[in-house]
């Protein structure tokens, strides 16, 4: 990684503030207007974001004004949920905060991977949220998919992640060259292997901000993680309360829901907190950021209040030792790609069936 371009991107961008000054003096002087303060956006991804997948309509654009009401700054969107016009339609609410005060996250499309159709994904989303800009832009998937096949997940072969990744170097340049005006501010990965991230760390000048994967108290990824603090990377934890999300009740039918699992419970009850707020305040505790969603106004409000929940060393050990490394979000089969190679509960074409290298 090339930490003087790092630290170039993550410097800022900084205000020119053209200032007059005025030569006469006497009666017909006259005070400056005070320029409006211009909000710099702010620093650093929250620890704590609200997830839009499975938000459907009008359902998106409520949760987003509970979201702002409860005093979240960070929400966690994507083409591929459906909802970005709903989600736009929060943003240009007049409740709505201003834009510089919140953290926006979307994704690309696998279907739109070609360099050419990046630019033209991004002002599409840009488009629906009614904003010139996004705090973060990931690619969602390490897999490009041809393009304009409706539904039908047809792999393209010709488009390689890092010729994708070069073209969202162009928007978060473009951020850059306009002053935040218009582009990324940062742009990110999602779902990644070890081996693609090193793909990506070899090639790129502007390199990515951050991470987003599944990983809560089932499926831990410790190491992983560690590796990401290490390199300079934020990990986004998705999913950060397990198998609660009705899409993957099929997965493992018979693990009872973790706000039923007695660990949880009874670390809920020491700390006086519910249980989903104990569990986000782990997420946050081991420093990766947490986009639990829901489209129910108590429970936004409950789950930021994770924050407030701290943990002892000894409790992260013992929490650490309860790692069952189970996956549950892995559509490897369905597009016929391999994914999280070498990753817990991975695809890996590498281990035999007993699990040995
Ligand atoms: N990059 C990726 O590939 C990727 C993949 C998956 C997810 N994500 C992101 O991560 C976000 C979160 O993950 P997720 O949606 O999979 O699952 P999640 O946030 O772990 O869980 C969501 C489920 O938990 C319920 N819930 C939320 N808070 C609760 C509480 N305090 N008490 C009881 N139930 C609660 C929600 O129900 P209600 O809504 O009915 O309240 C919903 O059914 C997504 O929305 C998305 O933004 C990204
Ligand atoms: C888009 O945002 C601008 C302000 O930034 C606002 O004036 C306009 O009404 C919004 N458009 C829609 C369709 O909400
Ligand atoms: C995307 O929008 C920007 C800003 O409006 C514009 O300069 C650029 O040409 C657009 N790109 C495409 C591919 O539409
Ligand atoms: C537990 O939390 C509730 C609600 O936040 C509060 O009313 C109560 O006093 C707390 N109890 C203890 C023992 O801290």
């Not at 709903?86 to 919140?102: E, F, I, N, Q, T």
């Not at 090639?203 to 300079?232: D, K, S």
């Not at 986004?236 to 039923?260: G, H, R």
Request: with cysteine; glycine share 6%; aromatic share 8%.
């Amino acid at each position: 990684m090339k930490t003087s371009t790092l630290l170039s991107i993550l410097g800022g961008i900084s205000s020119t503030i053209a200032s007059k000054v005025h030569e006469k003096d006497g009666e017909d002087q006259k005070p400056i207007t005070p320029s409006p303060p211009k909000h710099e956006p702010i620093s650093a991804i929250p620890p704590v974001g609200l997830g839009l997948w499975n938000s459907k309509g009008k359902d998106a654009t409520k949760a987003t004004l509970s979201a702002f009401h409860n005093d979240y700054t960070h929400l966690d969107g994507a083409a591929a949920y459906g909802n970005e016009d709903y989600v736009g339609l929060a943003l240009s609410d007049k409740k709505a905060p201003p834009r510089s005060s919140y953290w926006l996250t979307s994704k690309l499309w696998n279907s739109m991977h070609q360099p050419k159709n990046v630019p033209i994904a991004f002002n599409k989303t840009l488009s629906e949220y009614n904003t010139t800009y996004l705090d973060l832009y990931l690619m969602h998937w390490p897999v490009a998919f041809l393009p304009d096949r409706g539904g039908r997940s047809i792999i393209d072969q010709d488009t390689s992640i890092t010729d994708t990744w070069a073209a969202m170097e162009v928007l978060a340049s473009a951020y850059k060259a306009s002053n935040g005006a218009y582009g990324a501010r940062h742009i990110g990965i999602s779902n990644f292997s070890p081996r693609q991230i090193d793909q990506i760390m070899k090639m790129c000048t502007i390199c990515p901000y951050a991470h987003e994967f599944e990983t809560h108290p089932y499926l831990q990824q410790q190491e992983f993680v560690n590796w990401h603090h290490r390199a300079g990377v934020k990990v986004i934890a998705y999913s950060p309360l397990a198998n609660i999300n009705p899409t993957y009740k099929d997965v493992m039918p018979d693990l009872k829901p973790i706000l039923e699992d007695q660990l949880w419970e009874a670390i809920a009850k020491k700390k006086n907190c519910t249980v989903a707020q104990a569990i986000l305040g782990w997420g946050v505790a081991r420093d990766t950021v947490v986009i639990p969603k829901s489209v129910h106004e108590k429970r936004i409000q409950e789950n930021l209040a994770s924050l407030n929940v701290k943990f002892s060393e000894e409790e992260l050990k013992e929490i650490n030792k309860q790692d069952k490394k189970i996956r549950f979000n892995n559509p490897s089969k369905s597009w016929g790609v391999e994914l999280f190679e070498g990753l817990d509960d991975g695809t890996n074409r590498f281990l035999t069936a007993d699990g040995e290298l």
